[in-house]
């Protein structure tokens, strides 16, 4: 084994024990010093709440270093199929522990936040990474998929608020639910096409041939199986922000009503 896959081997086993470290441990502390309502949960809520400050962790930390790798780092830029996958690697090694972190943690807590699209989502892009960590290909695409991690943080946010019992038509509960509408939109849904638009561009070219079936079958399948998630998820996101948006209108009228305005 070469010194860069035994650097990205201990990169993952490090991301790993430090998700864990996180959810176990980290969390509880952190989150009764910043949120009173935290000790007054349930057992089965405190596990949830767990996992999504681990999962707003991972999705900043990996969103903005591959923002960073999206916009700066030259050389996948250059060759998006072939270029130097250092800066990725590293990103994509972090991303790679904490998904078999979660998997982990979804198995030994299934009953109560064990879901099997999370279980489908992570394995496919386990599967899907494991091409750039291995063999060095495809690192602008495993970045520009990275990227999408940066609609979780207002995801999770979104549950904190609901377990808090924040009222649906607080400012904070609103500007959240369209903050995490639009992200979403733009770094799951907006991005599909210029992926396989990118795609299609590349087919055929001797620097695609050079991927071989395998990648090549495995690029567009994992992408799909990633995408059909993405927009079932986008459906449940929309049809939630516009009963909201539809609740406050109604409650506005109706103030209006009994204020004697029919504006």
Not at 86 to 108: E, F, H, P, R
């Amino acid at each position: 084994m070469d010194t860069n896959h035994k650097w990205t081997i201990s990169i993952i086993c490090t991301s790993f024990f430090v998700f864990q470290l996180l959810f176990h441990f980290v969390s509880y502390w952190f989150s009764a010093k910043v949120s009173p309502g935290f000790n007054s949960l349930s057992f089965e809520k405190k596990i949830e709440w767990n996992s999504r400050i681990v999962s707003t962790c991972h999705s900043l930390v990996v969103g903005i270093f591959g923002l960073y790798i999206f916009f700066f780092d030259e050389a996948t830029q250059a060759d998006p199929l072939w270029g130097d996958p250092s800066l990725v690697k590293v990103n994509i090694a972090i991303a790679s522990g904490y998904l078999m972190s979660d998997l982990l943690i979804l198995i030994l807590y299934w009953k109560i936040i064990g879901d099997k699209f999370f279980i489908l989502h992570h394995c496919a892009a386990i599967y899907a990474y494991s091409f750039v960590l291995r063999d060095g290909v495809l690192a602008y695409v495993g970045n520009f998929r990275l990227l999408a991690e940066l609609s979780s943080p207002f995801v999770n946010q979104r549950w904190f608020f609901e377990v808090l019992k924040y009222p649906k038509f607080s400012k904070a509960n609103v500007i959240n639910g369209i903050l995490m509408t639009l992200v979403f939109f733009f770094v799951r849904i907006a991005t599909i096409p210029p992926m396989y638009g990118f795609m299609y561009s590349v087919y055929g070219t001797e620097p695609y041939e050079r991927l071989g079936a395998l990648t090549q079958f495995s690029w567009f399948s994992t992408c799909l199986v990633l995408d059909m998630m993405n927009v079932m998820w986008m459906i449940k996101i929309s049809k939630g922000c516009i009963k909201v948006i539809s609740l406050i209108r109604q409650e506005k009228a109706r103030n209006n009503l009994q204020n004697g305005k029919l504006d």
